[in-house]
Structure formats: structure tokens, C-alpha cells
């Protein structure tokens, strides 16, 4: 029991308890007693309390002897000096009641079920005491055909209760509403969509409906089995940057199934379909599990030993001949904190070179460099969970519900609750029917329509001069540019009604608070960094910087991205984002490695490939990156890795890029290491391995490591622990990180001594002292500017909810039956002219190459602009994409592609299956 001085208190069975604002009965029952002991059917503690079931019925009273009236515990709310009574005579009655008249009218086969043991209607009646039912068998009146269709979901909806929590679960998590409850009385049922089966209808497969149910009446196909498991391991999840954390229930050395964690700060309870169900590859067939080494044209196995050594020689005698800037590393995203750092510190203190650089530069480059110019860091300024504070959510150019699911049901829901919504996309997203506004400009304007946006709230005079002229600097510069703008010159050029563009400027600036969440729309386009400027611009002319509810957020795009710049994976800036060739920083790293290393900036992504087909750089090391698929300008890419002395892959594949290597080196899997991954709301949380690499394969740190001992550096063993350690005396804002400090949910940087971690950033003072303002003018796109008349199409690219990236592992996975191929979106009134109907194949043609796809013909894209996905390497879409890039960062305009379209005949034999969801049999084949 608590202590009680001076505290508002409630009892429990006489006991007294310290209460908490917002208390429900059972929440205050359950916080102090224990999950379970006022038993219930109809709540979970994700979901808002229904109160249907009434199994949690208790007794209260307002003092101990008073009189006592039966109320629902889960809804009813908790009053101060309250007499709770869980175990009367009366309420144990009337709980084994309920539960016995449930039981009538449902399957007693126990025993056979596949969640025997793991069922809540049975642990309840086990609880209520139930051991035989006093009424009559009823007749289950519900279909006991099972619902197989889908490649995860199932259902046998003759276990179902009623209970509605996977309704509640499909509408409050998800926000989808594909479950719902139909008839009435006895009649009463559930149903998918408009009474279709899981395949047929609009559900995501994100599993919150199966995790909710307390019975098998919902289920999905790893629960039968999840429940022989006898280990339970918390991690994160591999895939996009909102940082799920994962329950990994494994037997032996196999993983059985994934739950989302109840409580969990970043995902309560829910995940996407790849984070619950997209697992399977990291056992598949295809795993990488021997060294592999190219002699005569052919690929080798060798031992680890051989391999090192060989690469070591390698490595070593080109260092000689050409001097250490002839070697570089890419690094990865998919990978640790601790291995990027690993990664970076063997090039720069090992190899000698700043020739260092990771996936941020084809994707979140020009975040980081656009808010370390504005702010001072190039991180989110707020966290997630400040949606709840927030009056205005502004999403430019980010398709959360598909990229970032679970951060996207949470916008979605904060939309569907009444917040303003705007949206600035080339494309109908998800969200657009919930959002108040939706600019849909042409792809590569983003700079045109943020200053007529910028214009508008300064021309209604809803600036905050009090946060400028106290925390900002360069306004007068940037007030000037809005003066000069020409409006008639910017409506023309992104394409969207000027009223429609100030009716949203002047909702964002007149929101208490307005919170701004940007995606790959924003960065990937050449002008992308000072696209982020502008977006930075608009927070502190508002004064929606440093407070709950507002701020710039970006949507990293893949789960560590974040952390791999944090650690230093780029060429300009060392661990912790210091410049490499200032000279204090430089000594610094230098003392720290214990090796002389270089102050010069070396290369980024695009200067690697150019200067391996110029003949400068001889070897490369690639650490997860399959670039020939997922970078553009892809021939120009094979040409880069061809021209290459010498190669080396870490891998769990044989990626597009594997089968170029020299070496090729059998990595491990997420499930299979430990570290840390830091999230897009700068939050470093835990990677635990839930099982043993795959016999022959090595954890990428391990690897590293392992290959600096063999080449004279005297790297400790790899630990998550001991290399946290070290990373948190050189990196400032990791200075308070431990291991055991980051907890179960992590710590969001700068940490301080502690395990202190910050929440909301640039609070009183911006990092770099003032917040700084700039002004750009658009410009048109290289691209579009050299081949537009041409190519008359703009071809914009994005990613789809049921794949990652280049579709390496959940292609290997039940979602591979989901979607099969990538698609092109084209607007109804092209095709028509273009005599295209759905489902045909079309050519798509850039000054680079061309693909053929399928079309998909849909007015989520304006006329002009057509839209596809890059997970296919069939398809290999990046042999179209152009290579221009960020001024700033050199990071590829992948929204950009001037294109032309035409219909082309099936190739003899080809098939193309129009259903959503492939059948197994035509899967496996």
C-alpha cells in the first residue's frame, strides 16, 4: 500500500490507494492490484472503455459501511474517498452469470482450439468459477466456416462473443473500419466490409483486431503456434522509422508469431502487417549463409578466415597504390546504431578516408541539412504523442497511413476527431478525404507554393513578432522576398487555386497550435533542402517551435536512418554531426580513434558512383544497401559498380548489388542482433535478438569488428553495451545513454546524465542560438527544364504499406501474396487519350530507358502526373528515374522523372493476376 500523506485516496476492499486524474474503477483496480483481478470481457486496455459485458461488474460504496450499488468498473470514473468492493458474494454471482450465459451460445471444444490456454473467455471462467454450465446447450447459431482467404488473417466467428473489441480495435487504432457489427438481438453478428470475406474486403492486415480478440473468433495463421512459445523478447521493429516496438515469441531457435506490447509509448498495441506478420524471411531459403568470394567470374564459399583475409590484402593494397581516399563505405539504415558507428569509425581510423556515407543521402539529406541551417539540429523537434495537443496536422509531401502506418492511424484518428488536416500532395493520399484542405500541386513546385503559403499568413498579419524578434534572426531578408513574390507567376506554376492555398495558410497560422509532419515529397526534389527551410520558416513565423502540439517532423523513411547520420555515416560530419575538417573536432576524433585520421570531405553516394566510373575510387564497401535497385539512374549505377576494382556486400540476400561483389559477407537479421535504432522522434530505443544467427552468418557489428582486428585496429568485441558505451563519450547529445537506463520504451536525444531524455526540442533557445530564416525563389527542375517536351509525363514514385524499399524481405514473406507487382497510376483522362484501360501494360520511357507495368488507371493522380511504386527488381523502375539531385545534398529527385507513356500487348505468356490477393498454390509456383 502507498503512502497516503496528503494524497487523494480511493479503497480497494479496505485498502487505500493513491488515485490518479482521469481514473476509471478498473484503471485504478488495475494499476494497484493487477491486470486480471476484476476479471472483464468486453475491455482491453488499448481500446476506449465500452462497458458491454459487464463481467466487470464490482460493488461501491461512498464510505465502508454505506450502502453498495453494482456499477461497470471499466467505465464508471473514480471519485475521490471511494469503498470498491471486487469480491462480494453478490458481484461473484452475478460475474458467473454473465460468463455462464455466454458460454451457451458458444463452442465447448476447448480442448481442440487452437488457443486453448491462451483464451480470455476461459481464463475468466476459470476465474469466476465455472466448472460446469447450469443452463441448457444452447444452439450456436453463428457459421462455423472458417474465414482462410487472407494470407495472415483468420476467423471462425463461431467463438465470437460479441464482445465488439475487434470493431473497436478496427475503428479507434486502426481507424479503418472494415469490422462492424451486424443484425440485431440473438441475430446479431460480425462482419468484414459489406459481409465479404478478410481478402475481399478493405482490411490492412495490421493485426489489432486479433491482438483484441479475447477468444479465436479473430485470429490470424502464427497464433496456433505462437502459443507453444516459451521465451518472450522485446526489440524493434526492421522496418520504416516510427520505431515499433515488437514482442517476439519464439520456441527453440524459431520465431512463433510478433504482438505489439500493450503500453508501449511509440505503438501501444498495434503495428503494421510488416512489423506483426513479415518475418518469415529471416529464415527463408534465400538467406545468405556462407562468405562467398568471387574467383574466375564465379562465386566461391570460403570460411570467415579466408574471406578476411582476402578482403584485408585487397583492401591493403589498393590503400598503398592509391592512397585511402580510393576506398569508401556505405552504411545502413537497416542497421544498429552501434554498426553505423562500427562502419564509420573502420573508414575514417582503419582505412583513413571520410568516404563515408548511408541512405539519409537518397532520402532525409536535406531534412538534416535544411533544420541545422534553420535550427541547428536536423531532428524532429517534437514527438508523436504531442498529436493529442495539437489544433492543425500540415503533411507535405508524406503518405503516412502507407509509409509510416502507425504514426498515420494515429493522424488519421486525430483527423477524423475534428483537427484541421492539410495536405500538400501531388496524389489523393488516404488522408485527404479526412483533411479540411488538400493542395494538390504539380510534382517539383513544393518551393512555389510554401512562399505563396508563407505570403498569405503575412499578409493577414498573423505573424508572431514577439517569438521572432526574440528568438529568430533574418526576418527583414525573408519579409523582403515575400514582398516580391509575384502570385499570378506562383498559381501558375504548382497549379493549385490561390484561395485554396491562403484558406489553408490562414487555418495553419490561426491554430494554437499546428504541428508539421514532411516526408520524401519535400526532400527528394532538387530544391529539397530549401524546401525544408521554408517548412522551418512557417513554424517560427508562427511561433510553433520549442512547445507541446507543434514543431517540424519529419518522416524518416527507413528505422534507423535517424541514428545512421547520428553516428556519423556521412562524409562532411563525424560522430555527432561535428565537421570533419574543423581542426578542434578533427584532433578530438582523432585522440578518441587513437589513429591519424583525414580532414577532408569525402565523397557522398552520387560522388562514390561517379568517381568509380571516372576511375578514381577502386574499392567500395557496402553494408545492407542494395543501390543498384533503390538508387536512380540505375544503368549509371551498374556502370559505377562495374568500373570498381573491388567490391565488398554485407548482406542477408543476393541483392541486385550482391551480384556485382567480389565478396559478398552472410549478415544477420534484426532478430538475430542487438543494439539500439533511433526513430524519427529521435527516440534510441533497444534491438534485442530473439534468436541465434543463422548458422554460417554474423551480425553486421560482429563482422566489422572482426575485420578491423585483422587489419592492425584493436577493436574490443562487440556488445551493445560496451558499444554504447563508447559511442556516448564522443557523440554530446547520446553523453547520458546506457544500456539498462534506455528501459523498455528508450530515450529520446539529447540524453542527459541520467538516462534524461528530451521530449520536445528547442525549448526557450534554438541549438543555434536564433532560429534563422530564409527566403528561396523556385526553380524549375533540371530535369524537366532538358527533357520535358520530350517526355511530357511527370512520373512521381513513393512506397506501398505492404512493402519496404526494394522489397528485399517482404517479398520473402506472406505479404508478397498481398501485392505482387508494382503498378502505374495514371489519371482516367491520359489514358483515355493514350487508349489505356486498366489492367494493360504500358511502356514507360525517360532519356535514361523505359520499364513496362501495369497500369492502374485512378484519379488520385491529376492529369499529367503518373505515380509508381519500387519494390519489384523485375521491374527495376530506377532504370527510368533521372539523377539529378538536391543542390544542397546531392540527394536523387526521385519525385521528378520526365516520361512518356504508351500501351503496349502483353508479352505471350505473361500473366497478371487481377486479384488483391494472390492464392497460396499460384504464390508458391
Known amino acids: 500500500m502507498v503512502s497516503l500523506t496528503a494524497k487523494t485516496v480511493a479503497y480497494i476492499d479496505g485498502s ?11 484503471k485504478f483496480v488495475d494499476r494497484h492490484v493487477g491486470r486480471g483481478h ?56 452475478l460475474r458467473r452469470n454473465i460468463v455462464e450465459l455466454v458460454l451457451t451460445d458458444h463452442p465447448l471444444d476447448c480442448l481442440t482450439c487452437e488457443v486453448n490456454g491462451n ?53 479507434e487504432v486502426q481507424g479503418q473500419m472494415v469490422l462492424s457489427m451486424h443484425g440485431r438481438g440473438f441475430n446479431a453478428r460480425i462482419i468484414k466490409g459489406l459481409d465479404t470475406s478478410f481478402a475481399e474486403s478493405d482490411c490492412v492486415s495490421c493485426g489489432a483486431c486479433a491482438q483484441a480478440c479475447p477468444t479465436s473468433a479473430i485470429s490470424d495463421v502464427h497464433q496456433s503456434k505462437a502459443i507453444e512459445a516459451t521465451d518472450s523478447t522485446r526489440t524493434v521493429c526492421t522496418y520504416c522509422g516510427v520505431g515499433c516496438n515488437l514482442e517476439v515469441k519464439t520456441k527453440g531457435n524459431e520465431v512463433l508469431g510478433i ?20 518475418f518469415k524471411f529471416y529464415n527463408h531459403p534465400d538467406r545468405l549463409r556462407k562468405p562467398l568470394v568471387r574467383y574466375n567470374g564465379h562465386f566461391e564459399e570460403v570460411s570467415w578466415d579466408e574471406a578476411y583475409d582476402y578482403i584485408a590484402k585487397r583492401l591493403g593494397e589498393i590503400k598503398t597504390q592509391h592512397g585511402p581516399d580510393a576506398i569508401a563505405g556505405i552504411s545502413s539504415a537497416r542497421c544498429t546504431n552501434e554498426e553505423n558507428y562500427l562502419m564509420q569509425k573502420f573508414i575514417r581510423a582503419v582505412i583513413g578516408t571520410n568516404n563515408i556515407d548511408c541512405c539519409a543521402r537518397v532520402c532525409h539529406s536535406p531534412t538534416a541539412f535544411g533544420m541545422q541551417k534553420s535550427f541547428g539540429t536536423g531532428a524532429a523537434t517534437n514527438s508523436v504523442v504531442d498529436l493529442q495537443y495539437t489544433d492543425c496536422i500540415l503533411i507535405i509531401g508524406a503518405n503516412p497511413t502507407e509509409g509510416h502506418p502507425v504514426t498515420g492511424a494515429k493522424i488519421k484518428q486525430r483527423l477524423m476527431k475534428g483537427v484541421t488536416g492539410i495536405v500538400i500532395d501531388p ?38 513578432r514577439e517569438f521572432i524578434e526574440k528568438r529568430c534572426e533574418n526576418w527583414a531578408d525573408f519579409e523582403n522576398g515575400l514582398r516580391s513574390l509575384d502570385l499570378d507567376e506562383l498559381e501558375r506554376i504548382h497549379g493549385v487555386d490561390r484561395e485554396q492555398v491562403k484558406a489553408a495558410a490562414l487555418d495553419y497560422a490561426r491554430a494554437e497550435a499546428a504541428m508539421e509532419f514532411h516526408g520524401l515529397g519535400v526532400t527528394e526534389h532538387s530544391q529539397g533542402a530549401k524546401t525544408v527551410m521554408l517548412i522551418a520558416n512557417l513554424a517560427m513565423m508562427t511561433g510553433n517551435i520549442g512547445r507541446p502540439g507543434c514543431g517540424v517532423n519529419p518522416l524518416r523513411g527507413q528505422n534507423n536512418v535517424q541514428g545512421a547520420a547520428d553516428m556519423g555515416c556521412q562524409p562532411h560530419q563525424g560522430a555527432g554531426y561535428m565537421p570533419v575538417d574543423d581542426p578542434q573536432w578533427h584532433e578530438t576524433y582523432e585522440k578518441f580513434y587513437g589513429m ?71 549478415a544477420a537479421s534484426f532478430l538475430e542482433k542487438s543494439g539500439t535504432f533511433t526513430n524519427a522522434e529521435r527516440r534510441v530505443q533497444r534491438v534485442q535478438a530473439a534468436v541465434e544467427p543463422l548458422p554460417g552468418t554474423k551480425p553486421d557489428g560482429q563482422i566489422l569488428v572482426e575485420i578491423m582486428n585483422r587489419m592492425g585496429y584493436p577493436q574490443p568485441d562487440y556488445t551493445p553495451e560496451g558499444m554504447l558505451a563508447e559511442i556516448a563519450q564522443i557523440v554530446p547529445f547520446f553523453k547520458g545513454a546506457t544500456w539498462d537506463g534506455l528501459g523498455d520504451n528508450g530515450k529520446q536525444w539529447p540524453i542527459q546524465e541520467g538516462n534524461v531524455g528530451t521530449a520536445i526540442m528547442h525549448v526557450g533557445q534554438f541549438k543555434r542560438g536564433l532560429g534563422k530564416f530564409h527566403f528561396f525563389p523556385f526553380r524549375e527542375s533540371e530535369e524537366l527544364v532538358a527533357h520535358g517536351k520530350e517526355f511530357p509525363f511527370i512520373l512521381t514514385t513513393g512506397r506501398l504499406l505492404e512493402h519496404y524499399n526494394c522489397g528485399t524481405m517482404t517479398r520473402r514473406t506472406g505479404n508478397g501474396r498481398i501485392v505482387t507487382k508494382d503498378v502505374l497510376a495514371v489519371n482516367p483522362a491520359d489514358a483515355a487519350r493514350k487508349g489505356i484501360e486498366d489492367g494493360d501494360h504500358v511502356r514507360i520511357v525517360s532519356a535514361r530507358g523505359e520499364v513496362i507495368l501495369e497500369a492502374q488507371v485512378t484519379d488520385e493522380v491529376k492529369p499529367g502526373v503518373v505515380f509508381t511504386t519500387f519494390h519489384f527488381p523485375e521491374h527495376l523502375v530506377n532504370n527510368v528515374t533521372s539523377d539529378v539531385h538536391c543542390d544542397d545534398t546531392l540527394c536523387p529527385e526521385y519525385k ?30
Open 16 to 26: 487505500a490507494y493513491e488515485m490518479e486524474p482521469g481514473d476509471t474503477i478498473l
Open 259 to 278: 504482438t505489439a506490447p500493450v503500453g508501449a509509448e511509440v505503438n501501444n498495441a498495434h503495428t503494421c502487417l510488416k512489423g506483426r506478420y513479415a
Open 596 to 666: 591519424p585520421v583525414s580532414d577532408e570531405i569525402g565523397y557522398k553516394i552520387p560522388q562514390m558512383f561517379e568517381a568509380a566510373r571516372e576511375g578514381k575510387l577502386k574499392a567500395l564497401w557496402l553494408m545492407g544497401e542494395d543501390v543498384v535497385q533503390t538508387d536512380p539512374n540505375s544503368e549509371a549505377v551498374k556502370e559505377a559498380m562495374n568500373a570498381l576494382d573491388f567490391l565488398v556486400v554485407q548482406e542477408i540476400f543476393m541483392t541486385e548489388t550482391a551480384q556485382y561483389a567480389d565478396v559478398v559477407l552472410p
Open 427 to 464: 496524389r489523393r493520399i488516404e488522408l485527404v478525404p479526412y483533411a479540411k484542405h488538400h493542395l494538390q500541386l504539380r510534382p517539383g513546385t513544393n518551393v512555389a507554393l510554401l512562399n505563396m503559403f508563407a505570403y498569405y499568413i503575412w499578409e493577414a498579419g498573423l505573424v508572431d
Open 896 to 925: 521528378i522523372t520526365a516520361v512518356d507513356i504508351e500501351k503496349v500487348l502483353d508479352e505471350p505468356g505473361r500473366q497478371v493476376h487481377s486479384s488483391r490477393i494472390v492464392p497460396a498454390e499460384v504464390f508458391a509456383k
Open 38 to 93: 476484476v476479471p472483464t470481457l468486453c475491455d482491453a486496455p488499448q481500446l476506449e472503455p465500452y462497458g458491454a459485458c459487464r463481467v466487470c461488474s464490482v460493488e461501491i460504496a461512498l464510505t465502508a459501511d454505506g450502502p453498495r450499488r453494482v456499477v461497470a468498473s471499466c467505465h464508471t470514473p473514480l471519485t475521490e474517498n471511494l469503498h470498491i468492493f471486487t469480491e462480494s458474494k453478490n458481484v461473484r454471482d
Open 119 to 171: 483464451c480470455e473467455l476461459q481464463t475468466v471462467a476459470a476465474k469466476v468459477g465455472i466448472r460446469k454450465v447450469r443452463y441448457p446447450e444452447g444452439k450456436n447459431h453463428l457459421d462455423r466456416t472458417k474465414d482462410l482467404s487472407h494470407p495472415y488473417m483468420t476467423s471462425d466467428l463461431s467463438k465470437c462473443i460479441n464482445c465488439s473489441r475487434c470493431v473497436r480495435a478496427c475503428d
